[in-house]
Nanobody, 123 residues
Framework: QVQLVESGGGLVQAGGSLRLSCAAS????????MGWFRQAPGKEREFVAA????????YYADSVKGRFTISRDNAKNTVYLQMNSLKPEDTAVYYC????????????????WGQGTQVTVSS
């Protein structure tokens, strides 16, 4: 089992920044690819960003590329999502996700989910 606990969500004005954190506990954190997904009201959960077990690479949804940065600290068992230049369309519940070896990082392949943290961007 891997337990994931997100923090850092909140209300911010358009153009502002937030930093989400996800603390992991349980199995060996470094064996897992880590990612962030989000779900807006009435919409399906969608991929935002992911990073491999070493943090040596990262990839992003086109909608957040250049504005969001994912990183991880294996010594702290924590993954982060720095969100800059936020837009109202970024409003959603953001979920931390873990997948063993992280080869796919799709909604249907995730092994563990956090409980989610709300991000609201006002215009």
């Amino acid at each position: 089992q891997v337990q994931l606990v997100e923090s850092g969500g909140g209300l911010v004005q358009a153009g502002g920044s937030l930093r989400l954190s996800c603390a992991a506990s349980g199995r060996t954190f470094s064996n897992y690819g880590m990612g962030w997904f989000r779900q807006a009201p009435g919409k399906e959960r969608e991929f935002v960003a992911a990073t491999g077990w070493s943090g040596g690479y990262a990839y992003y949804a086109d909608s957040v590329k250049g504005r969001f940065t994912i990183s991880r600290d294996n010594a702290k068992n924590t993954v982060y999502l720095q969100m800059n230049s936020l837009k109202p369309e970024d409003t959603a519940v953001y979920y931390c996700a873990a997948e063993l070896y992280g080869s796919a990082m799709r909604v249907g392949t995730i092994d563990y989910w956090g409980q989610g943290t709300q991000v609201t961007v006002s215009s």
